[in-house]
């Protein structure tokens, strides 16, 4: 099945019409979709300097994603918007206001495609020796208890990325999914004890057992089609026989247990949560805000794989 590429107008009209659930996943070729997402702050009284970053933006180019076009409003007549690159290749954006009233708002439309048919994801070698994906993080600190599993690990005498899957799947096999008894300061060794959590704890928790057994890996933040919040899995990088200038990308979700697929959509990496916190901030004010969240990721194109 083909169908032209929408443009970002025709797409955010088709938002609401957007269906996935006839589509056969494992023919697909190509895929578009289209993310709707909306940020609120309200505040009891006025705030001043406002500094708010938003890592909401994919990058133009990851593996077969592509970024096709994007629109951000924000409500505030007088705030100035800016867009960065971080230190890990991410878009973030910087909204500056020297006062707000009383609340802010930010809506976005994101228009992405990915490409099953693209082949591996390749980052270059070097990027396995990145310190920053081998060596612990605030939130990806090894206790005993994890210190001891990745020990299994290492004596099982699997390795690459056969020991990749086998983590993903103990983490999966593991934990029990539950709201409301982590949060985003929570370490991997503290969910690990509670065995229980949301999808950046499973993420946090393979990528201490990752990095203890010498797989570099790397928190992701993205979308999956069909969940309503933001979600979070990892990718290992791995090194390649007869290619030693290039490293494989390897998303895993240790959340389903399986591989990250075609209805994966990914905004930024880094270290663990703190580096991609779709969005943080400082200001100056004697109350704290509060903030409101909502977001959907529609299906608006998809091409089969033609068949012989």
């Known amino acids: 099945m083909k169908h032209h590429l929408p443009d970002l107008e025709s ?53 077969d994603q592509h970024l096709i076009d994007h629109r951000l409003e924000v409500t505030h007549p007088s705030a100035d918007t800016a867009y960065h690159t971080d230190a890990f290749g991410n878009t973030e954006i910087i909204s500056s206001a020297p006062s707000v ?11 992405v495609e990915r490409h099953a048919d693209r082949g591996p994801h390749y980052l270059p070698a070097h990027t396995l020796l990145d310190e920053r ?49 982590t949060d985003i300061h929570t370490t991997a060794a503290e969910a690990l004890t509670l065995q229980r959590g949301v999808c950046q704890d499973y993420a946090h928790i393979m990528l201490t057992l990752c990095r203890l057994c010498a797989l570099p890996a790397r928190y992701v933040s993205g979308h999956l089609l069909g ?40 905004v930024a990496v880094g270290r663990d949560y703190f580096d991609v916190a779709p969005t943080s901030g400082t200001y100056f004010a004697a109350c704290s805000g509060q903030l409101s969240a909502r977001k959907r990721v529609g299906l608006t194109m998809y091409e089969y794989a033609e068949t012989a």
């Not at 997402?37 to 938003?54: E, F």
């Not at 090894?142 to 210190?147: I, N, P, R, V, W």
């Open 11 to 63: 797409a955010i009209a088709a938002i609401d019409l957007a269906e996935c659930q006839e589509v056969d996943w494992p023919r697909v070729q190509r895929s578009v979709y289209l993310i709707h997402q909306h940020l609120g702050y309200a505040y009891p009284g006025p705030i001043q300097n406002l500094q708010q970053r938003l890592v909401i933006l994919p990058p133009q180019q990851h593996g």
């Open 133 to 181: 994906y081998t060596q612990p993080s605030r939130l990806t600190q090894a206790d005993k208890a994890l210190s001891t599993i990745a020990t299994q690990f290492k004596s099982g005498g699997k390795q690459g990325l056969e020991l990749a899957h086998q983590i993903n799947t103990w983490v999966y096999q593991t934990m029990n999914y539950a709201h409301d008894v």
């Open 227 to 266: 969940e309503g919040g933001t979600h979070a899995w990892v990718e290992v990088l791995l090194p390649v026989d007869n290619h030693p200038e290039v490293a494989l990308v390897v998303a895993l979700d240790p959340t389903h247990g399986r591989q990250a697929g075609i209805t994966y959509v990914t």
């Open 101 to 111: 009233q009383r609340a802010i708002e930010f809506e976005a439309w994101i228009l």
